[in-house]
């Protein structure tokens, strides 16, 4: 279970008389239906996982979300589709479970995604491994369950409304994460950008992704950011990138004082402004989570590689943040006075002469 490639088969079962017409929606078939809309598409095993296993009275078996997710299908609330993925069906919002999304949660248009009756199979794996990432933080009490934002929510809220024009300039110059997650209260409380990498990309797609969320959200540490790996490969290819970018942002004069302040610059920029874990280090925690009965909830630190005190170290980056952008303002102010004295000085008369311009 849990596996991104893996394939299962699918329990099949016949139709009933009335073929899910007259289906009598409960309140947890809203909340599954809301959760596909917001993650494009959805397995059963996904589903059973999240909303039926582990739910009060639980004990429900998987064939049991078999046949809900049928009867929903038969009342035209979902698509079905199969994919290389072996004979399992993956299921897609249908414009009617839209509406009723809106409805049931008071939503705006714009709050949710747009239907889609197909997979984009070249997102396929990925897609599937960020549904299976959500399904482990929200079991796992890290986040509630309207707390994951996913990038089809975060497209829709940012360009609705706007010209083709602007849609098409905003898509080029801003950094879409795969989804934004607000942590519950905890020693890591917070919004976090979330980039589940599945596979190793061109190294320049590798720096421009760095580059970006440090512009956009490392460089004022207010939404640090959350790498997860799907393998060990993926993660060798970035933490070469990373080390990079930061021998490159980081100046001489740092690397000039006493070793301890890019030391320090050092922890900080890998453990608190950039994060990174491993997709199979994330379900081993979960694992290990179930296994304990349980418990209530689970920090983030201990499926990342986090200092403790991040909320106090963040504060420690942004000050240190926030001197080198003063000095650099006074130096440019200073260049800029020193400039208009040049300005207002008199200009000295040219000397005519073999040697005009040498000894003035």
């Not at 038969?74 to 009617?96: C, F, I, M, Q």
């Amino acid at each position: 279970m849990y596996e991104l490639e893996k394939k299962t088969p699918e329990v099949k079962r016949g139709r009933t008389k009335n073929g899910g017409k007259n289906l009598r929606l409960v309140e947890r078939d809203f909340f599954v239906l809301r959760f596909i809309l917001e993650m494009k598409f959805c397995s059963a095993e996904q589903i059973w996982e999240r909303f039926y296993r582990y739910a009060e009275g639980a004990g429900k078996k998987i064939k049991y979300t078999q046949n809900r997710l049928s009867r929903l299908r038969r009342s035209e609330y979902l698509h079905s589709n199969y994919t290389y993925d072996g004979p399992v069906r993956y299921y897609t919002a249908t414009p009617k479970t839209f509406d009723l999304v809106l409805n049931h949660f008071d939503l705006r248009e714009k709050d949710m995604p747009e239907t889609s009756k197909t997979i984009d199979m070249r997102s396929f794996i990925h897609d599937k491994g960020l549904v299976w990432l959500r399904v482990f933080f929200e079991n796992m009490g890290l986040i509630d369950a309207f707390s994951w934002e996913s990038e089809g929510c975060i497209k829709r809220r940012t360009l609705f409304g706007l010209t083709p024009d602007i849609i098409k300039l905003r898509m080029q110059n801003i950094v879409w994460p795969d989804a934004l997650i607000k942590l519950k209260a905890g020693k890591n409380e917070g919004t976090y950008s979330l980039e589940f990498e599945h596979s190793v990309k061109a190294q320049d797609r590798r720096r421009d992704k760095i580059r970006s969320y440090w512009r956009e959200s490392g460089s004022n540490v207010q939404t640090p950011t959350l790498f997860i790996y799907s393998n060990s490969q993926v993660e060798r290819a970035y933490a070469e990138n990373f080390r990079d970018f930061f021998n490159n942002i980081t100046t001489e004069k740092d690397r000039g004082r006493d070793p301890r302040t890019i030391h320090e610059l050092e922890k900080l920029f890998f453990g608190q402004v950039f994060m990174v874990a491993n997709y199979s280090e994330v379900r081993e925690k979960y694992e290990e989570f179930l296994g304990e009965k349980r418990r209530s909830t689970i920090e983030l630190e201990a499926i990342c590689s986090l200092e403790p005190k991040f909320l106090e170290i963040r504060e420690k980056l942004t000050k240190r943040l926030l001197e080198h952008k003063m000095e650099a303002e006074r130096v440019a102010e200073k260049d800029k006075e020193l400039q208009g004295q040049h300005d207002v000085r008199e200009p000295k008369k040219q000397k005519k002469g073999m040697f005009a311009g040498v000894f003035n």
